[in-house]
């Protein structure tokens, strides 16, 4: 299986900000699509953001759970393969696990895949 590799993640004051980013996979594909998840503490996981298929370089996505809307940006870079999350006005509600997950298309074959990170933590400390 892939595996996307997740960075970006540690503790910040409330009403900073971080930039997660993903990528680091061993193989040679365009992003179809893309999207980020986040487990907070008690709760199921939940879906921050998530883009349509076909999205290459520059893309930003405009679909936002609704706590995350006005601060939270979700872009990609085709060219380095990588995506990331810009996150801003981050309050202590925000802390958990985030995950990424891409929808690529192999380059030498167009075979369609999906892959996923391991999850990296984000504090916010009151």
């Known amino acids: 299986q892939v595996q996307l590799v997740e960075s970006g993640g540690g503790s910040v004051e409330a009403g900073g900000s971080l930039t997660l980013s993903c990528g680091g996979l061993?193989?040679?594909?365009?992003?179809?699509?893309m999207a980020w998840w986040r487990q907070l503490p008690g709760r199921q996981r939940e879906l921050v953001v998530s883009?349509?298929?076909?999205?290459?370089?520059?893309?930003?996505?405009?679909k936002y759970e609704d706590s995350a809307k006005g601060r939270f940006t979700a872009t990609s870079n085709n060219s380095r393969k990588t995506i990331y999350l810009q996150m801003t006005n981050l309050k202590p509600e925000d802390s958990g696990i985030y995950f990424c997950?891409?929808?690529?298309?192999?380059?030498?074959?167009?075979?369609?895949?999906?892959?996923w990170g391991q999850g990296i933590q984000v504090t916010v400390n009151s």
């Open positions: 883009t349509p298929l076909g999205i290459t370089d520059s893309g930003i996505t405009t």
């Open positions: 997950n891409v929808q690529g298309k192999l380059i030498d074959n167009l075979r369609p895949f999906g892959a």
């Open positions: 061993g193989v040679i594909f365009s992003i179809e699509g």
